[in-house]
């Protein structure tokens, strides 16, 4: 076979590829009360869509999370999350109600229906998916160090070479001193009441570095570098997840595709956005190849 015919043959094929590509995409471009009619019949994914908009339990006093700006609007990471949802089931990131709710109505609210969907920077655990089923992880938190820019030890190598002259606060709990000597064993452990108080320890330079979630050291850094500074170092991985009554596979799966799509896909602009405001950082480029979902 000649050059000539053997690149006809890749061009017929590659054409046909394309043909068989714009079939594929006008199949997908249904409307969301067709693609509900294909979960089941019992499945909240085919309520919600019929309802016209979604409805999520969030909070409102939390930072970067869900909170009020100055606007009075709820904004943050779980509300962007929510509005991710919205986009995917309407094309509207906009069809979504937030009802506002305490930490501990974020099962109870799922379980008995007054919420589709609890988003409020829920850790994952064995005994909670005990209760819930959890959607894929949208953040990895963890255990940071605050410190102050000022300062001459304000960096991790600093707070760990001065050893027990380090001072350390956080927020009380059995496992807050244990916490922090896992990174700085000879540190002195100022355990505080309230997450408030733990910064203000900081501030007042009563201590060296203030142990708060890593979420937090980004927000306030991101917010005032000549106040806050990274230490630079994280540990106790900890995952937030959305929380979903169980027994609905087609509206978990619904919300793992979004989610998935969001963080690592094509359709990534909100969820970008939110990244880059909520914790002052550009999301990882997405190189098309190898998954590394």
């Known amino acids: 076979m000649s050059d000539n015919s053997q690149r006809r043959d890749f061009l017929k094929l590659g054409m046909g590829s394309i043909a068989i590509a714009g079939a594929a995409a006008s199949m997908v471009a249904v409307s969301g009360k067709q693609a509900a009619a294909q979960s089941a019949s019992d499945s909240l994914l085919r309520t919600i ?4 908009h979604l409805i999520v339990g969030t909070g409102s006093t939390n930072a970067p999370w869900h909170f009020e700006n100055d606007a009075g609007e709820l904004v943050g990471m779980d509300i962007t999350m929510g509005r991710i949802l919205a986009k995917g089931l309407f094309d509207d990131a906009t069809k979504v109600e937030f009802v506002k709710q305490d ?3 974020r099962v109870p609210n799922v379980v008995t229906g007054k919420v589709d969907i609890s988003i409020q920077f829920m850790t994952m655990s064995s005994q909670r998916a005990q209760l819930v089923n959890f959607s894929r992880p949208y953040y990895v ?14 960096t991790f190598d600093k707070l760990l070479a001065g050893g027990s002259a380090t001072r350390v606060s956080i927020l009380q709990n059995v ?8 990174m700085l064993p000879d540190a002195q452990v100022m355990q505080i009441d309230t997450q408030a108080n733990v910064l ?5 330079k009563r ?13 306030l850094v991101s917010r005032d570098p000549n106040r806050y500074f990274d230490a630079g170092k994280t540990w106790n991985a ?24 969001a ?11 939110g990244f880059k405001d909520f914790f002052g950082l550009e999301p990882p480029v997405r190189k098309p190849g190898f998954p590394t979902i």
């Open 49 to 52: 869509i019929d309802r016209g």
């Open 103 to 105: 930490a501990a109505q």
């Open 141 to 154: 938190e963890g255990v940071a160090l605050l410190t102050r820019p000022d300062a001459d030890n304000k």
């Open 175 to 182: 496992d807050a001193e244990s916490g922090v000597h896992k």
């Open 200 to 204: 203000q320890a900081l501030e007042a």
């Open 207 to 219: 201590v060296d570095a203030a142990a708060v979630d890593l979420s937090t050291v980004r927000w």
């Open 238 to 261: 900890m995952l937030y997840g959305a929380a979903l009554k169980q027994g609905d596979l087609d509206w978990l799966q619904f919300v793992d595709s979004c989610f998935t799509i």
């Open 263 to 273: 963080m690592f896909g094509h359709e990534n602009d909100l969820y970008d956005a």
